[in-house]
């Protein structure tokens, strides 16, 4: 009999012992979160001040539900790194499933937002509730990340509660690896927004 597993309540011990995900120690394997970053120009830091604004105004009056946060930080975040643009387009949530080779188990979950090109997931983005750690978000990106059918591209996550964020990349060529970049947040003086959108530019620009 096939059991089904929700990807929300999968870890990493799981996903280290079914599919033989590993944790990449070169930091090389993920380098597009910390070089060549486009700049920020001043209308992109003042509209991430007001995101950060609108942020911290709601957050005052819990609970910040997932849709809130799409709403009002990501939203912004995307399409001021140009993935509303060609070649890229959004779908909502999107249902997935990955099983491991001979065993009798299926996980099956639902993606917050895809952004496909030519049919390839090329950015994952996993929303939590504000008061969730992104520890508990992980798994689960990198589960509809692994189910990603393009086996010779890497494939980029982004998870965030709406205050901090954490990005991944996963390369699936010969045995699964993923790289976990320095976590950002928008609750230091200093708006790390600007840090948040010169990597989605990046990847904007290297995807596209």
């Known amino acids: 009999m096939i059991q089904v597993i929700q990807a929300q309540n999968v870890g990493l011990a799981y996903l280290e012992e079914k599919f033989s995900l590993q944790l990449a120690e070169d930091e090389a394997l993920f380098t597009e979160w910390f070089e060549n970053l486009p700049e920020i120009t001043d209308l992109e830091k003042q509209a991430l001040d007001k995101v950060k604004l609108h942020f911290l105004r709601l957050a005052k009056h819990p609970p910040l539900s997932e849709e809130t946060v799409k709403l009002v930080v990501l939203s912004p975040l995307l399409s001021l790194a140009g993935f509303y643009d060609e070649p890229f ?6 249902s997935i499933k990955i099983s491991a080779e001979d065993e009798g188990e299926i996980i099956r979950g639902r993606i917050d937002i895809l952004v496909i090109q030519e049919q390839f997931w090329v950015l994952v983005i996993e929303s939590k509730r504000s008061s969730f750690s992104l520890l508990e978000a992980i798994p689960q990106a990198l589960v ?6 393009s086996q010779d591209k890497p494939t980029f996550g982004l998870v965030t509660n709406g205050s901090d964020f954490i990005f991944l990349k996963l390369t699936k060529q010969n045995q699964p690896q993923y790289a976990i970049s ?4 928008l609750l230091k003086r200093k708006n790390e927004l600007y840090q948040v959108l010169s990597i989605l530019k990046n990847l904007s620009q290297i995807l596209s």
């Open 89 to 94: 387009y959004i779908r909502g949530e999107q």
């Open 182 to 185: 320095d976590q950002f947040t």
């Open 144 to 149: 509809y990340m692994l189910a990603n059918p």
